[in-house]
């Protein structure tokens, strides 16, 4: 796995896990690991991660996550928020389009 997956990864899972609509569930195999653990690579390393019913669904683009749990991240400068709105890639047509 990519340095910047590795890097990335932890917290985009935990974004996830923690979404108000959460798309997976996180355990550890290792039931010691404390709150310094789930930040830690090496935390990273010993978690278990599940795909929820309501992720499977947004995997076939049944459901949208943003629209679920919103977004309120900061971008290359600009700042993505709300529940609607957001820009997304359209694949069929190599453009950006406002769902």
Same mark, same amino acid.
């Given at each position: 796995?990519?340095?910047?997956?590795?890097?990335?990864?932890?917290?985009?899972?935990?974004?996830?896990?923690?979404?108000?609509?959460?798309? *997976?569930?996180?355990? @550890? +195999? /290792?039931?010691?690991?404390?709150?310094?653990?789930?930040?830690? $690579?090496? #935390?990273?390393?010993?978690?278990?991660?599940?795909?929820?019913?309501?992720?499977?669904? *947004?995997?076939?683009? @049944? +459901? /949208?996550?943003?629209?679920?749990?919103?977004?309120?991240?900061? $971008?290359? #400068?600009?700042?993505?928020?709300?529940?609607?709105?957001?820009?997304?890639?359209?694949?069929?047509?190599?453009?950006?389009?406002?769902?």
């Amino acid at each position: 796995m990519p340095a910047f997956v590795e890097a990335r990864l932890p917290g985009t899972l935990r974004e996830v896990a923690g979404a108000s609509v959460p798309l *997976v569930k996180i355990s @550890a +195999r /290792d039931s010691s690991i404390g709150s310094e653990g789930w930040n830690a $690579l090496a #935390g990273f390393r010993g978690w278990r991660v599940a795909i929820s019913d309501v992720g499977r669904d *947004v995997l076939a683009g @049944a +459901r /949208d996550h943003i629209a679920m749990n919103g977004l309120d991240r900061y $971008l290359g #400068g600009v700042h993505l928020h709300g529940h609607h709105g957001i820009w997304r890639w359209h694949e069929r047509e190599e453009t950006l389009v406002v769902r």
